[in-house]
């Protein structure tokens, strides 16, 4: 079985025509570009502690619960991990760096967001960052009107990869998650979006889907722009 978007890729989620009313997406990687400052900030935190933190050990907490972020990175570099004080020097470093130089936008964000309320889709953002935080990051560019509901972990009692966040989401918006189309670009998201029963589509950021994510996804996304053309197909293919 193949899906609507066009990616070869095997689909799992059920859609009905007519009926996907809802996005829900991912901000960092997806909307800014700003996970590669999270990779960035985390190993310099880490390295200013005397913990030899590398990229892949930032990719693999991209996204996820405070708890299970923690658990990792103490399984990687032994209990003396401080996470919370890693974490806050990361703030630090990346408020710092922010404040001075921005964050980028992804291309075509701000097109995809005016697409989606021009056609009468309901929007909601579902995000690792903390709810002020992310509404100062999207109001410098004057793209938080766009967004229906935000929900960040804080809102919820599990973070990603648990699907608490994408269920919240589509409550808010008064749908059922198998009525939204989620965008999410890290393994933790999509396991998120996908278990909440969402029809999951990745927007590659910083790596490519791997085999264990791809049974997960409805599609990849060649970009925010690509994502128009899933959406219309969605509108006119039952995938069963």
Not at 35 to 47: I, M, P, S, T
Not at 185 to 201: E, F, H
Request: glycine letters at 8%.
């Amino acid at each position: 079985m193949t899906d609507a978007s066009g990616s070869g890729l095997p689909g799992v989620s059920i859609v009905v025509k007519g009926t996907t009313t809802g996005v829900i997406s991912d901000m960092d990687g997806v909307i800014l570009d700003s996970e590669k400052l999270y990779v960035r900030f985390w190993c310099e935190a880490g390295r200013f502690y005397g913990f030899p933190m590398e990229e892949k050990h930032a990719l693999s907490i991209r996204s996820m619960a405070r708890p299970l972020a923690s658990a990792k990175l103490k399984g990687i570099f032994g209990d003396s991990f401080d996470y919370e004080a890693v974490r806050s020097k990361r703030v630090e470093l990346m408020d710092n760096y922010v404040e001075k130089n921005g964050i980028e936008v992804k291309s075509g964000a701000k097109e995809l967001l005016s697409f989606l309320k021009e056609n009468g889709y309901k929007v909601a953002l579902a995000t690792a960052t903390p709810p002020q935080r992310a509404e100062r990051y999207l109001k410098a560019h004057d793209l938080y009107k766009y967004f229906d509901v935000t929900v960040s972990a804080s809102m919820v009692s599990v973070g990603k990869p648990a699907p608490d966040i994408y269920l919240k989401a589509a409550e808010m918006l008064g749908l059922s998650p198998q009525n939204c189309v989620a965008l999410e670009d890290s393994p933790n998201g999509i396991k998120s979006a996908s278990s909440a029963g969402c029809v999951t589509v990745m927007v590659p950021d910083l790596d490519k889907p791997s085999n264990d994510i791809i049974p997960l996804l409805h599609g990849v996304a060649d970009g925010l722009s690509d994502v128009k053309r899933i959406l219309r197909e969605l509108e006119d293919c039952n995938i069963q």
